[in-house]
């Protein structure tokens, strides 16, 4: 069940042009809005917890994931750090 309330302020234009919208899409204005701004935010979100690479970048990834390098001084040092943390924490 709808509860909350937003309000926003525009333009006589902007409203006008919402309102044909809605119309045009059998809704009345606020569930025009609502739902155009529910799909833009899931648009939004998804675009943002994805990530796009090319086909060089692709393969670039899967090969380091399939043949790891050998891990450097610095990156033992801090697993050698990091079990310490861990047991004495």
Do not use: W
């Not at 302020?9 to 701004?37: D, H, I, P, W």
């Amino acid at each position: 069940m709808k509860q909350d309330r937003i309000e926003i302020r525009t333009s006589k234009n902007e409203r006008k042009q919402f309102e044909e919208a809605a119309c045009l899409s059998g809704m009345n204005l606020s569930e025009f809005l609502r739902r155009t701004a529910l799909e833009k935010s899931f648009e939004i979100i998804r675009k943002s917890n994805s990530i796009v690479l090319s086909n060089e970048d692709r393969d670039a990834f899967l090969n380091a994931l399939e043949n790891p390098p050998e891990p450097n001084k610095k990156l033992k040092q801090a697993l050698k750090h990091y079990k310490r943390l861990i047991n004495n924490g």
